[in-house]
């Protein structure tokens, strides 16, 4: 069965103090994995797509990569505006859905 | 553009009622699907579609109906509503069933009393 699991749950950090987040997954034939952001009261926001291990994709502060069993999303000199949840989802081989994690709550404080 | 359009964004039903969670796209996106979100248990998949005429069964479908008669819409029915179908429903849509990012609506929060 497809599992994902993101670590931490939350996550706390000052203004400019770059970290990073976890997505440890197990999946029969990865077809792609996905990084969202979802913001309270909204739909999350798609982020990133990677497709094979190695591959790395980076958007302003954000810079997510993989390897055959996890990824990183990584934030460097996070701003208070990055304040959100973090989601991530794999696709398998074997199918359509999308199998989500619970997410990274991210709180960045001024 | 839109983008994915969910109505009503809240709704209190009574045990036993029913309902439609309206959900449109304006993109052309053969892929459609809806998820619900509840706290601690992340975004769990009903039911999708991967074209007209065409619907699935996710990972949770029981009290739930979907129909995709048009390209665009993909309504939501809960049959007899119950207090476990209180959550945050979202709709997302898709280029193509794989390897497209999902576009998400706003959600609908339904709460069943």
């Known amino acids: 069965e497809d599992q994902v699991t993101q670590s931490p749950e939350a996550l706390r950090l000052q203004e400019g103090e770059s970290s990073s987040l976890n997505c440890s997954y197990t999946?029969?034939?990865?077809?792609?994995l996905f990084w969202y952001r979802q913001d309270p009261g909204k739909g999350p926001e798609f982020l990133f797509t990677l497709y094979s291990a190695g591959e790395e994709k980076e958007k302003e502060r954000l810079k997510a990569t993989l390897t055959k069993k996890e990824s990183f999303l990584h934030i460097t000199a996070p701003k208070p505006e990055d304040s959100a949840t973090y989601l991530c989802a794999v696709q398998a081989n074997s199918g359509y859905a999308l199998n989500f994690g619970k997410g990274t709550s991210l709180l960045v404080t001024p | 553009n839109a983008g994915v359009t969910q109505t009503p964004k809240f709704q209190v039903l009574k045990t036993g009622q029913s309902m439609t969670l309206q959900c449109a796209q304006d993109m052309n996106h053969e892929y459609m699907s809806w998820y619900r979100q509840d706290p601690g248990m992340g975004l769990r998949l009903i039911h999708y579609?991967?074209?007209?005429?065409?619907?699935d069964q996710g990972e949770v479908p029981n009290g739930y109906n979907v129909s995709r008669s048009t390209t665009e819409d993909f309504p939501l029915r809960l049959l007899s509503a119950a207090p476990s179908q209180t959550s945050v429903y979202f709709c997302a849509s898709s280029r193509t069933s794989y390897n497209s990012p999902l576009h998400f609506g706003n959600g609908t929060r339904l709460t069943v009393t």
């Open positions: 999946v029969s034939g990865l077809r792609g």
């Open positions: 579609s991967v074209g007209a005429g065409i619907t």
